[in-house]
């Protein structure tokens, strides 16, 4: 049933029309009318030329794409905390036991269509194995029931920087964080609640945070009752937004420029999935539902010098890189919208997080730490895009989507958390995750003493060494 689904995937997206004029549009600079303004960006330079530190960084600009585990896009990464016995990590390379035959290793996968495995809390489980590390092959296999990736156990294969160019590039060039975790163990759901609220609860009375649990979220029903982070967002005027595809996004074979005609078949972002805001009983409380849009939205606001505060940027399916889709299609979306922002004149005051939701199946030889009941899930890629990141710099420190709502927090609500005890809207959490002790802090992936960066524009269609389904 897995392999019929996913081809079925294959057949619909081959289908589908041409991949985000946008992309394309976005490296072609000024003479594609993306560029601001000369003088706009000067004027957003002297603004901000006197702020200090943290507050130099007026728009982070979170973009999450899905289920890649570190180790299957950087393990071979040689300077971060990757597969064990190749690119000079220590250690011994792992050998995972596979039904008839001695045992499995990592091998390189050049295939842009990966199949992975199943991810949901007791698969996660089995995958670690106590710490062993060694249940992904039969997690896939029970999960394919007889049928068969292609190539075979590809949970144990691994891309490198031929494969995916621009994110090693981005990696090399700025900050790659080497232990981002999940915050939850658990699917793709759960991980975009805990990105814009620290939690996912079951509420059973509509607009009462007292009534939440721990555990699968009620949607649409009651709602989400607990408090989310544009609660405090909105309390002390930090402007956000939450970007999706609406099926009304550029869907044209043209790639000379953004302004192609729009569409109403087009992409759309999963929803409540991918979109859990519009389900925020604060969102409506506080009349911000407007700020869920489009991604042409962002294009606007992109284009003009005027991103928000905060941004949410999230895939539509096409375009997310979830197995059963093309990795390469991901990384000319998330180029696209990077080159975008660095060609913006908000580009000297920004903060790029990229990151993948979960794991996917896929092999990673890092035991997830546990620090409540929920959570962290398995290693996912995590990078630093900004013009005050370091350059080339590893960051080890144990991190997971509540580091950014940490940033955030530090950034513009003065240390304010998602605290019950003092955000003004209690709900019976577990615990504040920003707060949680092994959580590291994302300010250290800065050089604020630096001059800004210049961009480092890329392609949107690197040549790659990878190789059709």
Request: hydrophobic share 35%.
């Amino acid at each position: 049933m897995v392999h019929r689904v996913r081809v079925a995937r294959i057949a619909a997206l081959l289908g589908a029309g041409a991949l985000l004029a946008f992309a394309a549009a976005s490296s072609a600079g000024s003479a594609s009318g993306l560029r601001p303004a000369g003088h706009t960006h000067a004027r957003t330079a002297a603004r901000y030329a006197a702020l200090k530190g943290i507050h130099k960084i007026r728009h982070v600009v979170i973009i999450m794409q899905e289920n890649r585990s570190f180790d299957s896009y950087f393990g071979t990464y040689r300077h971060a905390d990757g597969i064990p016995g190749f690119a000079g990590h220590p250690g011994t390379v792992p050998c995972l036991p596979d039904s008839g035959e001695s045992c499995v290793r990592p091998f390189h996968d050049r295939y842009d269509f990966n199949y992975g495995g199943p991810y949901a809390p007791r698969n996660a489980e089995a995958d670690m194995d106590g710490g062993k590390m060694n249940g992904f092959i039969a997690q896939q296999e029970a999960a394919l029931n007889g049928h068969r990736s292609v190539p075979k156990d590809d949970v144990m294969g691994y891309h490198n920087g031929k494969d995916i160019p621009n994110y090693w590039t981005y990696a090399r060039d700025f900050v790659l964080q080497d232990h981002m975790f999940s915050s939850s163990l658990s699917t793709s759901n759960f991980q975009h609640l805990y990105l814009v609220s620290g939690w996912a609860a079951h509420c059973t009375v509509k607009g009462d945070p007292s009534s939440c649990r721990s555990g699968a979220a009620s949607t649409p029903g009651p709602g989400y009752a607990w408090t989310d982070l544009t609660y405090l967002l909105h309390k002390h005027n930090v402007s956000w937004r939450y970007y999706i595809f609406k099926g009304i996004e550029p869907d044209c074979e043209s790639n000379a420029k953004l302004s192609c005609k729009p569409v109403t078949q087009g992409p759309k972002t999963l929803s409540p999935g991918w979109n859990p805001l519009p389900y925020f009983n604060t969102v409506h409380h506080d009349h911000q539902v407007a700020n869920i849009q489009s991604l042409n939205g962002f294009f606007r606001a992109a284009r003009a010098g005027r991103l928000p505060a905060v941004s949410w940027l999230v895939p539509s399916v096409q375009v997310s890189e979830h197995p059963g889709n093309f990795l390469s299609k991901g990384q000319t979306y998330v180029t696209g919208l990077i080159n975008l922002i660095m060609q913006s004149g908000d580009w000297d005051s920004t903060a790029i997080f990229l990151t993948w939701d979960d794991f996917s199946g896929f092999y990673d030889h890092v035991q997830a730490p546990s620090v409540d009941p929920y959570g962290y899930g398995l290693r996912v890629p995590g990078l630093l895009i900004s013009p005050y990141a370091k350059r080339g710099y590893v960051d080890h420190q144990a991190l997971s989507f509540d580091a950014y709502a940490k940033f955030i927090e530090d950034d513009f609500l003065g240390g304010q958390r998602l605290n019950p005890k003092t955000d003004g809207r209690p709900d019976p959490r577990p615990d504040v995750r920003e707060n949680v002790s092994i959580l590291g802090n994302l300010a250290k992936d800065f050089n604020f003493r630096q001059k800004p960066r210049k961009p480092v524009l890329l392609p949107v269609q690197p040549k790659t060494d990878l190789v059709g389904p």
